[in-house]
């Protein structure tokens, strides 16, 4: 570009001086450095457009009338501000340099400026059309989330408490409720309308690779929709802030095939026999004879209390304690012999069984498929 | 009948004063010594540094809080800082941000600069400037003992109910910050008035609207904004704390209340908060592109109803904080539209600048490099800002750290890159001395560099899943590597401050002597002394143009200065709103403790109230009898005032 | 150069001009400075004004304009609040109309005093300002002793609901400004009688009143919506 000052120099006649080279330089380049720098960071990272909490990896249609205007909006602003700031730069570029001693050129006032004038106003008006246009692409991107059909939807009600997730799958017929926590399964390809309360305070819905948030208010119901198209695990997290644990308020919506969803459905709904195994009958009789109860329940057993996650198939899911910890034996012994070390604040007390009675109630409890 | 004592002799300046007036100038406006002068100081140059360096002490603390953050959040599942700390630090974070620097420094600018700038001697009702001052103070002050306590406020600078009611913040936390916001607010509502009244008032003859400098229109729009808004959020926390102290039920569902009547008067204060903060920044960016480029701005009308515009459309778009709750979609829509057309007349603004430093022959001194980036900056939030007007898009990175940079590259890139060419450029007005050039291009360049390095990454995090207000992340997709880059970045800015503090430091002292005007500015507070003296101007100029400095010399036989006033009494000249013709020449109070004396009765009033509601009623007596002693007039001042009177 | 020179000296204001009906009518000083070489004079100008012309008009304008914006929020949030349930108020009967009502007459005749009070302070009649004051004083003290009385037939309390709350928040936000408007006007009222004067001293009088007539007509909303929308609605 070491041409273009003459160049201008030429065009416009004026008088041009050398304005330092670092100065002329330094602020593109140094904006191209620090965002090349940080950009590449997101190729590098095996995430944005891959992940499993994702907004630009949509797996249904919500997410991806929301990624198709990302893209509109990204590209439509990247210009505009290509645009804006060439010509910012290139004011910069071929002005004349001055010092606070250079007489003002105060005939600015006298002049009519209306080159000026008429460029600013156009640049005006084209500003507001563009801004209509993402106006109109916003309402028109409305409109698609509003006419994902719900018919022969799966009903799900979320009840969202501090830190945690409590599940009811609807249906018409009460012995087919499925009550769980914090993992969502969903068949592919069908609708799910998910209804939201919250039982404290402000909680948000957000599964990223599906659909935008949804507030979860106290004394307010509310509702979301989604569709997976395609099977896997996408995990989802609370988005806004409810209180210390915030931050492992986390589930997963495992999208499978219609026919694993049903055999899942099924097994959800099946009570868990009482256990044969000594192991697992002493685990269970640790759980039924400890404070375990007064918080969670277990189907065909006497513990029915609500105020804790649905433990009836706490085998079954991916994760425990809300996305904090894998599920596994080592981590369930952890988390229930000091819940506080992994969530700090949280409501689940400490209970500091001896070892063996420790593996028998974790043996049992993740029996419980 | 006349009141006036006509026998008794009273000096008043001539054109040029004599060096006896002049004397007799210094004399009277200034500070008196001593501790109990500085209880008592009312000049609005010692008000305004004052509240400069505590707002600028607050911005500090802000980001030591804000590294705090970002080296915890430099690695998943980090143990640094622990949830219930990490609450503390991001509530302290944003609301010493917001409620105690951002807003706070732009008055404390103006109440230093608007008066010069105007052409005045002094600002509008200076007891109450002062008052208002100790307010912040003793406001951020108790704030700050509550954090340093560990029963800092942990609910987030926004509150949100029912988390922040009584159930589920129980202890004092939350009452802090809710009584902080009582203190900061009537001092910003009191600072409006006071900014408005010198606006409207106390301009020198000849300074019409038509030619007041668009850093005073810009703390006028500002001061405007801030009546109107401020009561919102006094209504919501004065409800919030009688909610948690006395049991009323504005927030509490299962009584009628409703969690969402919070958000709505939250932001309805909130959004125009923002461009409270944002305007002053344009004020400052419209002083500093025309004097760099040495001549007047291109569309001064069009510059002043831009402003307006955009303070008034600023009240239309508070719900657009609210689009992930269940208020009715229609409304959505509205406010997705207001929330895109805000852009317009700030659109307006920058073709201006640019026309203006396409034409102009352009000085790139360190003021002018903070401005330039203020474009870069202040684009780019302005566009992620577009995006988020989008309803379906903003239900995708509402509450994750798309916002966080969004909001970052608003108020950085809006406010506080234009603040530190301010200081750049004002320095030496205040102190006599210019800042370092080349100390002043390493902070320069450092903060640009720091400022994109730590929150251009957040745009990145914030699609890739991140929430906000998270103490830890699990270790997935590259949250980990994005999270540290934005950790350097932050130290990279923590650098750069720094370095800035430095700079203040040793220009003081060895700075290069700067004279009236190092810069060649076109405004009236270059046409007096740096520092100026106690009474700014020997004589108040009369103003012919918009630029009195580039071309306001008056014409033969026009009057340059005003005479007549009196030198050994507090005496200004009140002319007309429109037109600025002189009105008439009250005498402005002196130096008195009362308005010290006052804040604290009232901060005991306030502190008192968190723990009992009594502490209203008993309060109210030692505020009472401040503010009387505060009114009531004393025999000599009336005596002084009665030498001086003329009737209407 | 000393005032007293100049009055020698024949530049002083015309005494002789007759003195205007109303003060607030004076001419504007702009008639009043006078160009002396590179010196704009401005010592005839008066010292004092009334009205719009003064600051303390306006700090007592921005005052309004705080105070009315938080009244408007807070009737706001009254409809805010109804419109989430279908009976309101939800439990008790609405406020007894007798009191408010005979507090509200009261309030507006006692604009009557404050207006003459003002006026009285424009013809720089210190007589008329100590009485017209004098009576405004008795007039607010009723006024606020009347109100504790109403406090006790609103039929509700701050923390029965959601309605207790916010009627009393009104009410207290008035009650608050009644109190404060009447302290004012009491030191005011003390300082005609004990001096020392100035000329400012009546244009305080003139803010006072302002200030009264807004705490009056701004009670005027609230009445309506506390007692009489849950009686219309």
């Known amino acids: 570009m070491r041409f273009a000052p003459a160049l201008i120099v030429r065009r416009f006649g004026l008088p041009h001086r050398r304005i330092p080279a670092m100065t002329r330089a330094g602020l593109p380049a140094a904006a191209g450095l620090s965002w090349v720098a940080s950009a590449t960071a997101a190729p590098a990272s095996a995430g944005l457009g891959h992940g499993w909490q994702d907004a630009l990896n949509s797996a249904g249609p919500q997410a991806a009338h929301i990624q198709d205007l990302w893209r509109l909006m990204l590209w439509m602003c990247s210009i505009v501000f290509a645009l804006v700031l060439a010509a910012f730069l290139l004011a910069l570029w071929r002005a004349p340099r001055s010092r606070p001693d250079t007489a003002p050129d105060l005939e600015a006032k006298q002049r009519p400026e209306a080159g000026i004038r008429r460029t600013v106003v156009t640049a005006t008006v084209v500003s507001a059309a563009l801004l209509f246009v993402l106006i109109v692409a916003s309402v028109w991107t409305d409109r698609a989330l509003a006419r994902m059909s719900t018919s022969d939807a799966l009903h799900i009600d979320v009840t969202a408490h501090q830190w945690w997730w409590e599940l009811t799958y609807d249906d018409p017929d009460p012995s087919r409720q499925i009550t769980t926590a914090n993992e969502i399964h969903v068949p592919v390809g069908r609708p799910v309308l998910v209804t939201l309360h919250a039982d404290d305070v402000i909680h948000s819905f957000w599964v990223p690779n599906l659909a935008g948030k949804k507030d979860l208010i106290p004394g307010r119901t509310s509702q979301m929709q989604f569709r997976a198209d395609r099977a896997g695990v996408f995990r989802g997290q609370c988005a806004e802030f409810c209180g210390v644990q915030h931050a492992w308020m986390a589930f997963d919506v495992d999208a499978m095939p219609p026919a694993d969803y049903e055999a899942w459905a099924a097994a959800q709904r099946q009570t868990p026999p009482a256990p044969s195994d000594p192991l697992l009958a002493r685990g269970r009789q640790l759980f039924l004879s400890s404070t375990c109860v007064m918080c969670h329940n277990v189907a065909g057993t006497t513990a029915s209390a609500r105020k804790g996650p649905d433990l009836s198939h706490v085998g079954s899911r991916r994760t425990l304690a809300a996305g904090a910890l894998p599920n596994d034996a080592g981590s369930l012994a952890a988390w229930i012999r000091d819940p506080q070390k992994i969530k700090p604040g949280n409501n689940m007390p400490a209970h500091d069984f001896a070892p063996d009675d420790m593996k028998a109630l974790v043996a049992w409890l993740e029996s419980l498929k | ?648 | ?233």
Not at chain 2, 226 to 255: K, Q, W
Not at chain 2, 605 to 630: E, H, N, R, Y
Not at chain 3, 148 to 169: I, P, Q, T
């Open chain 3, 1 to 233: 150069m000393t005032r007293a020179e100049l009055t020698a000296s024949g530049l002083q204001a015309d005494a002789s001009r007759q003195a205007p009906s109303s003060r607030a009518e004076a001419p504007p000083g702009a008639t009043l400075a006078a160009v002396r070489g590179a010196a704009l004079d401005v010592r005839a100008l008066p010292s004092f004004a009334f009205g719009a012309r003064s600051m303390m008009w306006w700090a007592t304008l921005g005052l309004m304009l705080i105070e009315g914006t938080v009244f408007a929020l807070t009737l706001a949030t009254y409809f805010y609040l109804r419109s989430h349930v279908q009976v309101w108020p939800p439990q008790e009967p609405p406020p007894d109309l007798a009191v408010g009502t005979g507090l509200t007459l009261l309030l507006l005749v006692s604009v009557w005093p404050a207006m003459r009070a003002k006026a009285a302070a424009e013809r720089l009649d210190t007589g008329g300002v100590r009485l017209w004051l004098t009576i405004s004083t008795a007039f607010s003290i009723l006024v606020l002793v009347v109100r504790a009385f109403e406090f006790g037939h609103l039929n509700c309390r701050w923390d029965s609901d959601a309605y207790g709350s916010v009627v009393w928040m009104l009410m207290g936000m008035h009650t608050f400004h009644l109190l404060t408007d009447a302290y004012d006007t009491l030191v005011l009222n003390v300082l005609f009688f004990t001096g020392p004067l100035e000329g400012r001293r009546y244009g305080d009088v003139g803010e006072n009143a302002m200030y009264w007539y807004f705490v009056v007509f701004s009670w005027l909303p609230i009445y309506a919506v506390v007692y009489w929308a849950p009686r219309l609605g």
């Open chain 2, 1 to 648: 009948m006349t009141l006036r004592d006509a026998a008794a002799p009273v000096d008043v300046n001539d054109v040029p004063p004599s060096p006896d007036q002049v004397r007799s100038l210094v004399r009277t406006w200034s500070d008196p010594p001593g501790w109990l002068g500085w209880i008592s100081a009312l000049n609005h140059k010692t008000i305004g540094k004052r509240f400069l360096c505590t707002a600028f002490g607050f911005f500090i603390l802000g980001g030591l809080l804000a590294a705090a953050m970002r080296l915890q959040l430099a690695r998943p599942r980090n143990h640094l800082v622990g949830p219930d700390l990490y609450d503390q630090l991001f509530t302290m974070h944003g609301t010493t941000m917001m409620f105690l620097f951002a807003v706070p420094v732009m008055q404390a600018v103006s109440i230093y600069l608007v008066p010069l700038m105007v052409g005045s001697r002094t600002i509008a009702f200076p007891r109450m400037n002062a008052f208002a001052y100790w307010i912040y103070l003793f406001g951020g002050a108790m704030l700050y003992v509550a954090f340093a306590l560990d029963i800092g406020p942990d609910a987030g600078w926004f509150a949100y109910v029912p988390l922040s009611g009584p159930d589920y913040s129980p202890g004092k936390r939350v009452d802090f910050w809710a009584q902080m916001i009582t203190f900061t607010e009537l001092s910003g509502l009191l600072e409006a008035i006071i900014l408005i009244v010198t606006v409207f008032k106390l301009r020198a003859p000849g300074m019409t609207l038509n030619r007041v400098p668009l850093f005073t229109w810009s703390m006028l729009v500002t001061a405007f904004m801030v009546i109107f808004a401020m009561p919102s959020v006094m209504l919501a926390s004065t409800a919030l704390i009688t909610d948690r102290l006395v049991g009323t039920h504005f927030y509490n569902p299962a009584e009628g209340g409703d969690a969402l009547l919070w958000q709505h008067l939250f932001w309805f204060f909130g959004h125009p908060e923002v461009y409270m903060i944002f305007i002053p920044g344009l004020g400052f960016v419209s002083t500093i592109v025309p004097t760099f480029s040495r001549r007047p701005i291109h569309g001064y009308p069009a510059m002043v109803i831009a402003l307006i515009a955009t303070a008034f459309l600023a009240f239309g778009l508070w719900v657009h904080h609210m689009f992930a709750t269940n208020v009715p979609e229609l409304g959505k829509g509205f406010f997705t539209a207001v929330s895109m057309m805000i852009a317009i007349p700030t659109a307006v603004q920058i073709w201006c600048w640019i026309a203006t430093l396409w034409t102009g022959r352009l000085n790139f001194r360190t003021p002018l490099l903070f401005v330039l980036a203020f474009f870069f900056i202040l684009l780019m939030g302005g566009m992620t800002g577009l995006m988020l007007a989008a309803v379906p898009l903003d239900l995708q990175v509402h509450d994750t750290y798309f916002v966080v940079a969004h909001l970052h590259y608003v108020l950085f890139g809006g406010a506080v890159f234009p603040l530190f060419g301010a200081v750049y450029y004002w320095f030496p007005k205040y102190t006599g001395r210019l800042m370092s050039e080349k100390l002043g291009r390493w902070n320069f360049w450092l903060m640009f560099i720091g400022f994109n390095v730590a929150f251009f990454p957040m745009h990145l995090l914030g699609l890739a899943g991140m929430p906000r207000r998270v103490y830890t992340y699990p270790d997935m997709q590259g949250w980990g590597r994005l999270n540290a880059i934005s950790t350097a970045g932050a130290l990279l800015l923590v650098v750069s401050v720094a370095l800035f503090l430095v700079n203040v430091w040793r220009s003081r002292r060895h700075g290069e002597v700067a004279g009236n005007n190092p810069w060649g500015g076109a405004t009236l507070e270059w046409a007096t002394t740096s520092p100026p003296p106690a009474h700014n101007f020997d004589a108040i100029p009369v103003v012919y143009s918009r630029d009195p400095l580039w071309d306001g010399a008056p014409r033969e036989g026009q009057p340059s200065h005003v005479g007549g006033l009196a030198v050994g009494q507090r005496e200004v000249l009140v002319t007309t709103l429109l037109d600025a013709e002189p009105d008439h020449r009250p005498v402005m109070p002196n130096p008195s403790p009362w308005p010290f004396l006052g804040a604290i009765a009232t901060t005991i009033l306030f502190i008192g109230s968190i723990f009992t509601p009594w502490a209203v009623v008993w309060g109210m007596v030692p505020v009472a009898i401040t503010l009387t002693a505060w009114f009531w007039p004393r025999k000599r001042d009336a005596a002084a005032h009665l030498a001086l009177e003329q009737q209407p």
